[in-house]
């Protein structure tokens, strides 16, 4: 008997001496493993996904293409976290954090942060600026609990966003006593100058708007220009731009014009509206 116990408990010293690993091993492991999950997700194998990070399908995701890991952390609850940057496009880049624990020889993904497609949007910002995320059982620090935040806000999100677009459209206009087109040639061409005045608090530019000069015959709009430029057009809160017009053809005979603002991008304004959130939400 004391022969079979003192293998058994040799065997079992062995066992031990062989599982444990190094820091840096685990960190290693942590890391092809991250990987293996990246790529993984670029091919949509979902079954493995899920498999890995069971929370995984209550939230949309970037696809983190260009992945690299920036830094490996053993964590005191002896959970790992790994840290990387990846490339939502060829402009934009953003960071990336996975929290793994260890089960059964593996890992499973605990909590990511940064994979959420909410992250970093305006939607988010609006939710963290409103303390949407301050809430006991919220967390910001994990994708799933951003995501169901994110959501419940949508709604109102989008509302106050219309509410600001409703503001715009009818505050950013043509400033008549500062215009002065006059036809020349015969009724042929166009010239002058129109001004466009921006009486709200808001920053208004041509990455939100495009805005368009109308002409009109017969108050039908018989021919429309495009107003742009090279740097892009920015009209601060409460102030205005000029536009020349130079030798603009008068094909429909015009004798009036008008300016139109449209929305170009919804998210680029969105970003304005948080960060102008007390005098949006005064409208």
Request: glycine share 2%; net charge negative.
């Amino acid at each position: 008997m004391r022969l079979l116990y003192k293998i058994v408990i040799f065997i079992s010293l062995v066992s031990i001496l062989y599982s444990c690993k190094s820091d840096e091993e685990l960190k290693n492991e942590a890391n092809e493993f991250v990987n293996k999950f990246v790529n993984e997700l670029l091919l949509k194998n979902y079954d493995y996904i899920e498999k890995v990070y069971p929370e995984f399908d209550g939230f949309g995701y970037w696809i983190p293409r260009e992945f690299e890991i920036s830094e490996t952390i053993i964590e005191s609850d002896e959970s790992i976290t790994v840290y990387g940057i990846y490339h939502k496009n060829k402009i934009n880049s953003d960071q990336i954090k996975f929290n793994l624990i260890q089960e059964n020889d593996s890992f499973k993904i605990r909590n990511t942060k940064g994979l959420s497609s909410y992250f970093n949007s305006s939607l988010y910002e609006y939710c963290n600026k409103k303390g949407y995320f301050n809430k006991s059982n919220i967390s910001i620090d994990n994708d799933v609990d951003v995501s169901k935040v994110c959501k419940d806000k949508a709604f109102e999100f989008d509302f106050l966003i219309d509410k600001c677009l409703e503001d715009v459209f009818s505050n950013v206009h043509l400033n008549k006593q500062q215009s002065n087109l006059t036809i020349q040639f015969y009724s042929t061409y166009i010239t002058g100058d129109v001004q466009i005045l921006n009486n709200t608090a808001f920053d208004i530019s041509s990455n939100q708007f495009n805005f368009f000069l109308h002409f009109y015959s017969q108050n039908k709009i018989c021919k429309s220009k495009e107003i742009s430029q090279f740097p892009p057009i920015h009209i601060n809160p409460n102030s205005y731009f000029n536009y020349r017009v130079i030798y603009e053809e008068n094909t429909c005979n015009s004798s009036k014009y008008n300016i139109e603002v449209k929305l170009n991008d919804r998210e680029e304004f969105a970003k304005e509206v948080v960060e102008k959130l007390d005098y949006a939400e005064s409208l």
